[in-house]
């Protein structure tokens, strides 16, 4: 899975360059734009060490900034935080993770299509507490904390609602995919956004 991501992401940079030299002697700079998204996904893993599973939604927020170039190509940035936290006695799983993007899209009346790719990286925070109590002050002896970087590859694909020149609702689903060795609590499946961009 991961090598086919990274051959989408080279097909994407490559007609990226196609797109730019498309627009010589026009205007290639055609804005930008930015705003933040809710998203909700899954999580399942095990920790064998431990003898612990973790599974159960996570819900996080983020924002992306971008780019116009052409009348089809977007370049930027986002970056988002998902927890897991329904666990007992305050324990979460926490996964940060930013990077470039790259993303076609096509302007129709009402809707705007798009695709693309995202690949940076991030970490992985896990806070395991197997007893004691969150609301108290006492010092708990019974946890485990852990972190993990990693490197990162996330196609996307999703449409804005355009309600005015400046103002789209957009919708999002993602697969983010680890490029790092060792074992990570990775969330399954696609995550799925909501959010509002402002354009200038």
Request: net charge positive; proline share 2%.
């Amino acid at each position: 899975m991961n090598r086919a991501c990274i051959v989408f992401s080279a097909i994407l940079f490559f007609l990226c360059t196609c797109q730019i030299h498309a627009q010589e002697g026009n205007k290639v700079y055609q804005g930008f734009d930015g705003g933040m998204m809710i998203h909700v996904g899954y999580l399942q893993g095990n920790i064998p060490s431990l003898q612990y599973q973790a599974k159960g939604a996570t819900f996080g927020l983020g924002g992306v900034v971008r780019v116009h170039l052409g009348k089809h190509w977007m370049i930027g940035g986002e970056g988002y935080v998902s927890t897991l936290s329904q666990l007992k006695n305050g324990s979460y799983i926490k996964y940060g993770w930013g990077g470039f993007l790259g993303e076609f899209y096509w302007t129709f009346k009402y809707v705007m299509p798009y695709i693309g790719v995202t690949i940076g990286g991030g970490a992985n925070t896990d806070l395991l507490m197997f007893d004691g109590n969150r609301t108290d002050w006492l010092p708990e002896y019974n946890v485990v904390f852990h972190k993990q970087t990693f490197l990162a590859i996330d196609p996307f694909i999703g449409c804005d609602f355009i309600v005015s020149k400046s103002v789209h609702l957009t919708l999002k689903a993602d697969c983010l995919h680890s490029l790092s060795h060792g074992k990570l609590l990775m969330p399954m499946g696609s995550r799925f956004y909501f959010g509002c961009i402002f354009y200038h």
